[in-house]
């Protein structure tokens, strides 16, 4: 599976943008769409994740209200709207896959990881 994460940029405080994740490959080895992020000099957190059905979605606490996560596996693809950004939101996105349908929080649980899209929010 590869996947590839687009759509980041630099917007305002409050402003919204929305990335996409488009997988190719093996995807029906897809269960889970999760989305992390990644801060200069901090660790690699987890966002948001979808169940590549669609049925189920999970949220960080500090993105909970703001961010939306959803996916459309006819278009192999999952998309993360986020809303009301703000310049602690600041950081390189990733999108990451993995075969187990449990969801979980834990990077090292993924098995498939995108190159990560910048998005800088400033005040």
């Known amino acids: 599976v590869q996947l590839q994460a687009s759509g980041g940029g630099l917007v305002q405080a409050g402003d919204s943008l929305r990335l996409s994740c488009a997988a190719s490959?093996?995807?029906?080895?897809?269960?889970?769409v999760g989305w992390f992020r990644q801060a200069p000099g901090k660790e690699r957190e987890f966002v948001a994740a979808?169940?590549?059905?669609?049925?189920?979605?999970y949220y960080a606490d500090s993105v909970k209200g703001r961010f939306i996560v959803s996916e459309d596996n006819a278009e192999n693809a999952a998309y993360l709207q986020m809303n009301s950004l703000k310049p602690e939101d600041t950081a390189v996105y990733y999108c990451?896959?993995?075969?187990?349908?449990?969801?979980?929080?834990?990077?090292?649980?993924?098995?498939?990881w995108g190159q990560g899209t910048q998005v800088t929010v400033s005040s």
């Open positions: 990451a896959a993995r075969r187990g349908v449990h969801i979980v929080v834990v990077a090292g649980a993924y098995d498939y």
């Open positions: 490959g093996r995807t029906f080895d897809i269960s889970l």
């Open positions: 979808v169940t590549w059905s669609g049925g189920s979605t």
